[in-house]
Antibody, heavy 117, light 113 residues
């Protein structure tokens, strides 16, 4: 059963860059279809950030596109999220997930990132 | 962007009774090439990540109890819990996988009456 684990700083300063990594076990990011990031501000709903395919091609939410980069590290079997120029509005629980068929079939536990000075 | 609108925002149902959640998309999520609706339902319990319940509008995910069922086509979809159990207290989200960005509904909170 695939497992995903997010890691990264829990506190980021305004105007800085939020960087998270998702380590994948019991599956290969080089083979499976696509890998995604979703975020959830405290007490609010889910927002799709973007996804990366095993080929390395990406799709991003237009609302974040100018600030987002998702990348694969096949040697470490992990993928990453970078979000630049963050503000308090980017404070959220960030989830990584694996896509399959037409859904996000497996999710990490999530990591809270707070943007504050 | 495809806008997903769920109704109601919350509902309270007695144990053993039926719960029905609706999801409407601003445009069709039916792929004519394979006749599949790219509509997904998730369940999120407090402090937990979302869990896949239903994909392709009506196909249950692995290990999902058969009291959960999805229906609908085109722009109108429904998630039904046939007999509400205590462990079903959660927020339920629909999401379209027809196009990017993969938008979610705002969520429906299900509680016990």
């Amino acid at each position: 059963q695939v497992q995903l684990q997010e890691s990264g700083p829990g506190l980021v300063k305004p105007s800085g860059t939020l960087s998270l990594t998702c380590a994948v076990s019991n599956d290969s990011i080089s083979i499976s279809s696509w890998w995604s990031w979703v975020r959830q501000p405290p007490g609010k709903g889910l927002e799709w950030i973007g996804e990366i395919y095993q080929s390395g091609s990406t799709d991003y939410n237009p609302s974040l596109k100018s600030r987002v980069t998702i990348s694969l590290d096949k040697s470490k079997n992990q993928f990453s999220l970078d979000l630049s120029s963050v503000t308090a509005a980017d404070t959220a629980v960030y989830y990584c997930a694996r896509g399959a068929v037409a859904a996000l079939a497996a999710w990490g536990q999530g990591t809270l990132v707070t943007v504050s000075s | 962007d495809i806008v997903m609108t769920q109704s109601p925002d919350s509902l309270a149902v007695s144990l053993g009774e039926r719960a029905t959640i609706n999801c409407k998309s601003s445009q069709s999520v039916l792929y004519s090439s394979n006749n599949k609706n790219y509509l997904t339902w998730y369940q999120q319990k407090p402090g937990q990540p979302p869990r896949l319940l239903v994909y392709w509008a009506s196909t249950r995910g692995s290990g999902v109890p058969d009291r959960f069922s999805g229906s609908g086509s085109g722009t109108d979809f429904t998630l039904t819990i046939s007999s509400l159990q205590p462990e079903d207290v959660a927020v339920y989200y629909c999401q379209q996988y027809y196009s990017t960005p993969r938008t979610f509904g705002q969520g429906t909170k299900v509680e016990i009456k």
